[in-house]
Nanobody, 120 residues
């Protein structure tokens, strides 16, 4: 059974940084796309960033230049470094695995989410 566990969320001020981590069990990230998605209250879940097995990355326009996705294959971890956070970044953030780029419907595995709240 595949499980993804996110950590690193919290409440911060505008301009602050957070680093999210995703630790899987029963799954190895190294060869497949892994991604981060977010869902704000009343909105659909949207793709934030994704990375494939050879390190190719893709980002939503709203986070380009501020967020960085990375993976540690040795530790089997997926990360999302979030800098210059804005109130609009407030959402539940989800780790996802075994999909394609930022296409939400293609991902097979999801974590339970970690809350990020940014106040102005």
């Amino acid at each position: 059974q595949v499980r993804l566990m996110e950590s690193g969320g919290g409440s911060v001020q505008s301009g602050d940084s957070l680093r999210l981590s995703c630790a899987p069990s029963g799954y190895t990230f190294s060869s497949y796309w892994g991604g981060w998605f977010r869902q704000a209250p009343g909105k659909e879940r949207e793709g934030v960033a994704a990375i494939n097995g050879i390190g190719f990355t893709t980002y939503a326009d709203s986070v380009k230049g501020r967020f960085t996705i990375s993976r540690d294959n040795a530790a089997n971890r997926l990360y999302l470094q979030m800098d210059s956070l804005k109130p609009d970044d407030t959402a539940m953030y989800y780790c996802a695995a075994d999909g394609i780029r930022l296409s939400r419907a293609t991902y097979d595995y999801w974590g339970q989410g970690t809350q990020v709240t940014v106040s102005s």
